[in-house]
């Protein structure tokens, strides 16, 4: 059973710090990763893609990806109010390019 | 250029009743998705279509059918709808022709099934 699993939380971190959100995965021939983020009774949006090893930076946003240790990571620097969300992890499937295998979320709090 | 868009966004139906979902994409995308929802659960994948013409199983497809009717729209159809399908439902697309799949989500669909 391939899976992406990540931390549920909920993360809390007061306005201003950098939020870290993790996502590790178990199929290794994995290609493309992917942030989303979905506010309360809204569809999940893409907030970032990564496919090589290394940082991948969008304005707040770092996304790092580790091929070797499974893992890839979102930051988001200068946290705001509105960033307070769920955070979804996706991988794609190494068997079936157009389906993604997708992590349940992890919970952010930006506290003002 | 409204990208995905659904139909209905809210529905009510008794056990027993049927209903379709509708769901069309404006950005020449190959690939469309039927997600539903639940929490705790997580994003599950109920059917898709890789291109027009050819649709196939997700995760969970029991109870649902779909059809690709033509490039931009795909539906989703509960013959005899039951409790355990309360859910939001998410149409999705991507592009899919290439290794890179970004998948684009419409607004959703919540049903309450009684």
């Known amino acids: 059973q391939k899976e992406v699993e990540q931390n549920s939380g909920p993360l809390s971190v007061p306005e201003g710090a950098i939020a870290s959100l993790n996502c590790t995965y178990s199929?290794?021939?994995?290609?493309?990763f992917f942030w989303y983020r979905q506010y309360s009774g809204k569809s999940p949006e893409l907030i970032m893609s990564?496919?090589s090893n290394g940082d991948k930076e969008d304005g707040r946003f770092t996304a790092q990806l580790n091929k070797a240790s499974q893992y890839v990571s979102l930051l988001i620097r200068d946290s705001q109010p509105s960033d307070s969300a769920t955070y979804l992890c996706?991988?794609?499937?190494?068997?079936?390019?157009?389906?993604?295998?997708w992590g349940l979320g992890t919970s952010l709090a930006v506290n003002p | 250029n409204a990208g995905v868009t659904q139909t209905p966004k809210f529905q009510v139906l008794k056990t027993g009743q049927s209903m379709t979902l509708q769901c069309a994409q404006d950005?020449?995308?190959?690939?469309m998705y039927w997600y539903r929802q639940d929490p705790g659960m997580g994003l599950r994948l109920i059917y898709y279509?890789?291109?027009?013409?050819?649709?196939d199983k997700g995760e969970v497809p029991n109870g649902y059918n779909v059809s690709r009717l033509n490039k931009r729209e795909f539906s989703l159809r509960l013959e005899s709808a039951a409790p355990s399908q309360t859910s939001v439902y998410f149409c999705?697309?991507?592009?899919?022709?290439?290794?890179?799949?970004?998948?684009?989500f419409g607004p959703g669909t919540r049903l309450l099934v009684l």
């Open positions: 999705a697309s991507s592009e899919g022709t290439s290794g890179r799949q970004t998948q684009y």
């Open positions: 950005m020449n995308h190959n690939s």
């Open positions: 279509s890789a291109s027009e013409g050819t649709t």
């Open positions: 199929d290794r021939v994995s290609q493309s």
């Open positions: 990564i496919y």
């Open positions: 996706a991988v794609s499937n190494a068997g079936n390019n157009r389906k993604l295998i």
